[in-house]
């Protein structure tokens, strides 16, 4: 069974004219801007307030117009204008934590993808549901903190960068945690940490096969040392603690990565579990998605999450990456949304790619 977003029926007659690549001025939405005049799609940015300057700095990723609002939570409130624009919401890790999971839902805006699907995401224990019912190996999760044993991070829900993770070398570490927030406990698996980069159409007929369209490779990146800095972030945090300092693990850059040649079919056999079983539970995903995973020193790829649109890691690859070239040269995963979005109106199959 194919993708069906059956809720996007609607979309099709809503657009005669051209569609405009809308996202929030935050993120990625430099290459998305950047992939939508590639591909001759007009753009348009969601800016808080006065449109950033720094746009001015890179005029062939500058989107064509700007929409201002008060707060980002305002977005919705704008729908109608939106919709005048002809506007296609591109979501990334910005737009949703900041307009807020159900907020994102009610929209009132076609969206490149399944909206469904941050659902899934943004509630850690669907997330798991998901990952483990499709065969994926997760790393061991904690009831309470009283059943950590050994290493465990905790991770609180939503995306957030990594701001507010707690890392904990054993049980009596764990006595140190002040929760805000709905969190899961995860053993801390050592490693080397990937973060892989997939884009699934619905729309192709040939590639990589998974249900009726095809799953695409287009980048990787890293945002950690290997082994041996996991192991010093394990004591690391305890010293910082002493000394009145909390970790974030905020992320605040990101380094690309090459994996294995000969590890690539177990990564490219998890992306395809991860899009059937997605398709099996609430209509498939469509477009950009990150899974994040650590190898292990017997080369087992453990994920401990699933980013579920593109991610900040993607912006390495503006040009493509060592991946996406052999896809198609200068591939980033901004165009590879606008090459799609271009492909489901020629063919009239808006309503399988928005929701």
């Not at 449109?51 to 919705?76: C, E, H, I, M, Q």
């Not at 399944?114 to 659902?119: C, F, G, L, T």
């Not at 010293?239 to 040649?261: C, D, M, Q, W, Y």
């Not at 469509?286 to 994040?292: I, L, N, R, S, T």
């Amino acid at each position: 069974m194919g993708t069906n977003l059956a809720s996007a029926a609607r979309v099709e007659p809503l657009y005669d004219g051209p569609l405009t690549v809308a996202t929030l001025c935050s993120h990625s939405s430099l290459q998305i801007f950047h992939g939508a005049r590639t591909e001759g799609l007009p753009s348009l940015g969601i800016a808080v307030g006065e449109p950033p300057r720094f746009y001015d700095a890179f005029p062939l990723a500058r989107p064509d117009r700007f929409l201002s609002v008060a707060k980002v939570a305002d977005v919705g409130k704008e729908a109608s204008r939106l919709r005048g624009e002809g506007a296609v919401i591109v979501p990334h890790g910005s737009f949703v934590e900041y307009v807020g999971p159900e907020a994102f839902q009610n929209l009132d805006v076609p969206v490149f993808g399944n909206r469904a699907v941050i659902a899934w995401e943004s509630d850690r224990e669907k997330e798991r549901m998901w990952l483990e019912s499709a065969g994926v190996e997760m790393p061991r999760r904690f009831a309470t903190p009283a059943e950590v044993e050994g290493p465990a991070i905790v991770k609180y829900y939503g995306a957030k960068g990594g701001k507010g993770f707690f890392l904990a070398k054993n049980r009596e570490a764990m006595d140190d945690f002040r929760p805000t927030g709905p969190y899961v406990i995860q053993e801390y698996v050592l490693g080397t940490r990937y973060y892989v980069h997939f884009f699934y159409s619905p729309l192709s007929d040939r590639g990589y096969r998974v249900g009726d369209g095809s799953l695409e490779l287009l980048g990787m990146d890293r945002r950690d040392e290997a082994n041996i800095d996991e192991l010093y972030k394990l004591g690391a945090q305890e010293e910082l603690l002493k000394a009145g300092i909390r970790p974030t693990f905020v992320v605040t850059g990101n380094v690309s990565v090459v994996l294995r040649e000969s590890l690539l079919p177990q990564i490219f056999d998890i992306g395809a579990r991860i899009i059937e079983r997605s398709i099996e539970l609430f209509g498939g995903m469509v477009g950009p998605f990150c899974v994040e995973g650590i190898m292990t020193e017997d080369l087992r790829f453990k994920v401990f999450e699933i980013s579920t649109r593109i991610v900040a890691g993607t912006n390495l690859f503006i040009s493509g990456s060592s991946y996406s070239d052999l896809v198609a040269p200068n591939l980033s995963t901004g165009r590879r949304i606008a090459i799609e979005l271009k492909r489901a109106r020629s063919e009239h199959r808006l309503r399988e790619v928005l929701s």
